[in-house]
Each structure stands twice: as C-alpha cells, then as structure tokens.
C-alpha cells in the first residue's frame, strides 16, 4: 500500500477516472486512486436494463435529502455510485452535454476559459460518437456515444408530434450545432456489443497495469491533511484501519457534488461558522462551500397507450429540449418519452391496468437552489443534504408549461393512433400531482462552485482557493448546472481537469 505519491485522486467516478488515466500516462507521475467502493463487472453493472436493481445496494450511497417541503415534506433519497466508475455505474446511461449557452454563462460568471468554444475540443476528445467525427463530435475518444439503441424504446409518434408541433426533428442532435428546439433520439454511453460503458471499463480497467498508478478500494477518505495552508495528506480508512497518505504536488477531489463539500468541511474548508457548530477547526473559511446545490427534478406524466409494444430496455429513447420563457439563455425544459412500460422500472411501478406510454419532463435549470452540510465531525455520517427542491414558483411554472406541451403533442395527428387519454394527472390543478410526484433526476452539482467571487470555492483552473495543492473535479464545480444530464459534462471536467494539472507541473 502506497504511503506516499505524487497526486491523489479522491474518488473513482466519471471525472476522477478520466483524471487519473490522464495524469498516469506520464510515467513520471505516481497516481493513487482511492474509491470508497469495489470493482464491480456484476451483470447488473454491465446489464443497461440492471441499474434499477442496484439503487439501495452496496454500490450505492443512497444519501437522503431532508425531508423537502416543495415535495410534500418527503424525503427523497439521491442515488450516487459507490463502486469503481462512480454514478456511471448507475445512471441511465443518457449521454446530454448541455447547451453552448450553458458554457457561456458559466464564463460570464467568473468561470474564464469554460464557454462552450473552450470546452466543445474536451467533449470530442473524450467521445467515440458511432455517427462519426465532424464539427460537433469525436470518434477517437474512450467513451461510447449511441443513438438510443433499444429500438423499442424509439417513438416516430412522438418525435414526429413534436414536428407538427413545429420543432425541428424527428432526428434532431440535440449534441450538435443547437440543442433547444429540437427533438430526436436520446445519445447513450453504451458499447457496440449492448453493454453499459462506465468509466471504470473506458479509463481505469485497461491502465490498472500501469506501474505508476495504484487503486485502492473500500477507501473512504475521511480527511484531506492541510498544514501551513497547503494540502500535504489524505486520511482514509479502510477496514478498521485509519492510513495517511503523504502527497507531494496535488489532491484532487473528484467524489461527486454531495460528498466532495462533505470531504472539504471536514477538513476544515468551508463557512467558519458552520464548521464551528460542528467542532472542526478551520483551515480555510470559505462560506460558498456546500452552498448553491442544484439539482434536475422530473414528473412522470402518464398515457394510456392504444398500441401494445414489449418493454423497453433503456428508461426511455426519444428527447425533445425546450425553452418555456423565451428570455431564456438555455432550455429549461428537457422532455422525455417512453412509448412503454421500462423493463427496469416495471418491479417499481404500480398495475396500469393496460398498456401506457410514459411522458417525463424534467426542470433541468432550477431557481430552486439547497446546501450541503455536515451533520456531525464523523467522517462516517451521511451528509445534511438539502436541495430546497420546488421552493421557487417558477420551478412549478415550468411544469405547468410542460403539460400543456404534452397534451398538445398527445392530440397530434401524429402522436393520435397511440392516444388513448391521459391517465396522470388527469384534469384539475396539477399542484398536489407535481409536489407529491415529482423528484430527483441524481444529477446535484454546484456545491464546490468555480468562479472568482467570495462564495466562488474554486478558480477557472480548479483551485480551491486558500489552499495550495488542493483541486476539485467534479459536478459540484458547475457554477450553474447543465440543461441536461451530467455525465458528459462529467468526462469533461476530468480532461480538462487533467490538462491543468500537468501543464502546471
């Protein structure tokens, strides 16, 4: 077991590993990983249609919100991967890098060098898009990128709805020139042989060779060691035992937008007074950590369905992005369709009484905005997670518009020989369906935000401030987050994370 390195990465998800391949393939840097989880090649990892089952179990944190009063006062519980590959190990695989406009505001917030013309070449590089390379994609890069390839799951009746309706389709890339405006065909990071591509099996599996890099698994970090304001250290635990690991030039954290604010505070970065409730002496007083949470929230809306198709592998296929106020810099609304039931969430779901299609509208630009903190000084317990889901009314606007879209595309003459009425929420005030219905999409970020303000707590090259060889990589570093899910953005914070930190070495 190592004792010291040249960089540490915390955390074995979607950025960290692409963050630790990069920086081991200089042979002069010695890399440690260190992941909380396992390796895990179980078929319900490698399985697109297992990760359902895996909520709950031992790759999965489960971590709680508090209880929500914009949901009905439930707790909603965020699941995020514990395992070697992180959240891709139990995501639904939806490959969305967000809107240009996305980037863009990112730099106007502080965030310089992250528009979308700076970050479009980490987003190819990373990318084997099966359309091929052009402007807006690479085929050269590790990761997979499929249009939907359950064939089940793909609508004409729906996409072409969406054309009458007057958007642009039926085989829009949302992940090309424009993503708002346009429905097409979900992209996923799925293999060619129908397998989940994770970026444990794309970055790590094929390196763990390499003699300069070590994995350590069922190593929880419990601390990051900074002395004379300069990270030197990282304590872990693993069994029983609690281990120091000295590092000479970088830790970098990349264990998600929940755990990596939990990591910083209690190591003592963070709001001062915050850390003095809980008895942790401070390092850096940085208030903005764990602060300006965000998170996407989805409402199933249900149809039943006058033709009977089998069950669908994938969640759902078929995307249509959508700006609600025109004013507005990027799509606020992303619209998914199932045209049946999804064999991973059939166990899950109540008995429709016949076939159903699955219409699913997502807020993927909350003003809604929570925090992170911790409950106590034990590295062990569960962080205080508080999103402050549906505490804006224009989060509630949003769904408002998105069932009128719905209803508009269900009386299509397109979308018509599937229509066979809508069984939910049906008529009335859609208030108490949503607050009661509606919940996370898993995709917090935001917690550890990047800019050059005081609640900024890291710069554009991924610095925490105050502290000295100490970085975060990860989602909790988008200053606002992406209209749409997170993983690519994900990858590519990692590689751009680990061009800063070997230009800087």
């Known amino acids: 077991m190592a004792s ?6 915390i955390g074995a998800g979607a950025s960290g590993s692409v963050v630790a391949n990069r920086l081991s393939k200089n042979p002069d840097c ?28 031992r790759v999965d944190w489960a971590l709680p919100t508090t209880p929500q009063a914009g949901l009905a006062n439930r707790e909603i519980t965020i699941n995020q991967g514990k395992v070697v590959g992180g959240s891709t190990c139990i995501n639904a695989m939806m490959y969305v890098r967000g809107n240009p406009a996305n980037f863009d505001q990112w730099a106007a917030q502080g965030a310089t060098g992250w528009s979308y013309a700076d970050v479009l070449p980490y987003f190819k590089k990373i990318e084997n898009y099966e359309g091929g390379a052009s402007a807006y994609h690479g085929d050269q890069g590790e990761i997979w990128v499929r249009d939907c390839p359950d064939e089940v799951s793909r609508s004409d009746e729906f996409l072409q709805g969406a054309v009458e309706l007057g958007y642009d389709g039926p085989r829009w890339d949302y992940n090309g020139e424009r993503q708002e405006n346009g429905a097409g065909f979900l992209q996923f990071h799925i293999t060619p042989d129908n397998q989940r591509d994770t970026s444990a099996l794309s970055f790590l599996q094929p390196i763990q060779e390499r003699p300069n890099l070590t994995i350590i698994t069922g190593a929880q970090v419990t601390r990051i060691v900074v002395e004379n304001g300069r990270a030197v250290g990282v304590e872990y635990q693993i069994k029983d035992e609690l281990v ?86 990027a799509p606020d609304l992303q ?45 062990l317990d569960k962080p205080l997670v508080n999103p402050n889901y549906l505490s804006d009314p224009v989060d509630i606007e949003v769904f408002h ?16 020989p599937l229509n066979g009425g809508e069984l939910a929420p049906g008529p009335g005030d859609p208030d108490g369906f949503i607050r009661s219905q509606a919940s996370t999409l898993w995709h917090p970020a935001g917690t550890c935000r ?48 680990a061009e800063m930190l070997l230009a800087d070495a």
């Open 4 to 9: 010291s390195c040249h960089y540490v990465v």
């Open 244 to 329: 120091t690991l000295a590092v000479e030039k970088e830790v970098v954290l990349s264990a998600g937008a929940l755990q990596s604010p939990k990591l910083l505070l209690l190591s003592g970065i963070g709001p001062a007074a915050h850390l003095a409730e809980v008895g942790i002496p401070v390092q850096a007083d940085l208030p903005g950590v764990g602060q300006n949470l965000q998170d996407h929230v989805q409402l199933p809306v249900i149809f039943r369905s006058l033709g009977d198709r089998p069950m669908t592998t994938v969640l759902t296929g078929n995307v249509l992005f959508v700006k609600t106020k025109e004013e507005a810099p």
């Open 335 to 379: 619209l998914n369709y199932t045209p049946s039931i999804p064999a991973p969430l059939a166990p899950h779901l109540p008995d429709f009484g016949g076939p159903v299609s699955i219409f699913l509208p997502i807020l993927v630009q909350p003003k809604s905005v929570g925090e992170v903190r911790l409950r106590s000084a034990d590295p």
């Open 401 to 416: 518009k998105a069932l009128d879209l719905i209803r508009r595309i269900s009386q299509t003459a397109a979308y018509s």
């Open 30 to 57: 010695q890399v440690v990983v260190l992941e909380a989880g396992d390796w895990d090649f179980e078929p319900d990892v490698t399985n697109p249609g297992g990760f359902v089952e895996l909520w709950g179990s």
């Open 450 to 497: 990047m800019g050059q303000d005081e609640l900024a707590v890291v710069d554009p090259q991924l610095r925490v401030r105050g502290v000295a060889g100490l970085r975060v990589a990860d989602a909790s570093v988008m200053p606002v987050v992406t209209s749409g899910n997170t993983v690519a953005a994900c990858f590519m914070i990692g590689e751009r994370a």
